[in-house]
Antibody, heavy 117, light 107 residues
Framework: EVQLVESGGGLVQPGRSMKLSCAASGFTFSNYGMAWVRQAPTKGLEWVATISYDGSSTYYRDSVKGRFTISRDNAKSTLYLQMNSLRSEDTATYYC??????????WGQGTLVTVSS | DIQMTQSPASLSASLGETVTIECLASEDIYSNLAWYQQKPGKSPQLLIYDASSLQDGVPSRFSGSESGTQYSLEINSLQSEDAATYFCQQHHDYPRTFGGGTKLELK
């Protein structure tokens, strides 16, 4: 069974950093691209970033480019999202997803990031 | 960026009815369209990809179709468990973009 378990969310002050992790199991992690998708409270879904199966290619939405870094450790079957210079508009539940041809067949339970002073 | 305009924003229907949700892409996305269902407090679940391919385990009362840049999700014989918010998403180009969502309420 595919499982994606996020961790690392919480309350953080504007301008500070936070790193999210996603532990994957139930599939060969190194065979799949992965992505982060977020959802602000009571809002819709917003794609954040995608990384290729081997980490060689990454893609970001403009609003996080230069502030967020997606990475992975295939030996540990873990996906990461390093978030720097956080803003109030980054407040959201962040979902780890398994990416296949640009759509997302598996999602974690999400981790809430609240950016507030 | 490709804009996905989803309609209606909300709808109310009765058990057993058929409903249709639509998404209009701002440009050709070559059938690279996915539909998701999200229940309150839960993660989204993939229903359909490539406009009309049903994800494994999804009931056959869900179906997808397309006409040009207009994509539709049809739910037949509505069940109580279909009450949820539905999102479309284009998987043709970066940035991946979602529709605004349709909240389906059962009467």
């Amino acid at each position: 069974e595919v499982q994606l378990v996020e961790s690392g969310g919480g309350l953080v002050q504007p301008g500070r950093s936070m790193k999210l992790s996603c532990a994957a199991s139930g599939f060969t992690f190194s065979n799949y691209g992965m992505a982060w998708v977020r959802q602000a409270p009571t809002k819709g879904l917003e794609w954040v970033a995608t990384i290729s199966y081997d980490g060689s290619s990454t893609y970001y939405r403009d609003s996080v480019k230069g502030r967020f870094t997606i990475s992975r450790d295939n030996a540990k079957s873990t996906l990461y999202l390093q978030m720097n210079s956080l803003r109030s508009e980054d407040t959201a539940t962040y979902y780890c997803t398994r990416n296949y041809r640009g759509f997302f067949a598996y999602w974690g339970q999400g981790t809430l990031v609240t950016v507030s002073s | 960026d490709i804009q996905m305009t989803q309609s209606p924003a909300s709808l109310s229907a009765s058990l057993g009815e058929t409903v249709t949700i639509e998404c209009l892409a701002s440009e050709d996305i070559y059938s690279n369209l996915a539909w998701y269902q999200q229940k309150p407090g839960k993660s989204p679940q993939l229903l359909i990809y490539d406009a009309s391919s049903l994800q494994d385990g999804v009931p056959s009362r869900f179906s997808g179709s397309e006409s040009g840049t207009q994509y539709s999700l049809e739910i037949n014989s509505l069940q109580s468990e279909d009450a949820a918010t539905y999102f479309c998403q284009q998987h043709h180009d970066y940035p991946r973009t979602f529709g605004g969502g349709t909240k389906l309420e059962l009467k």
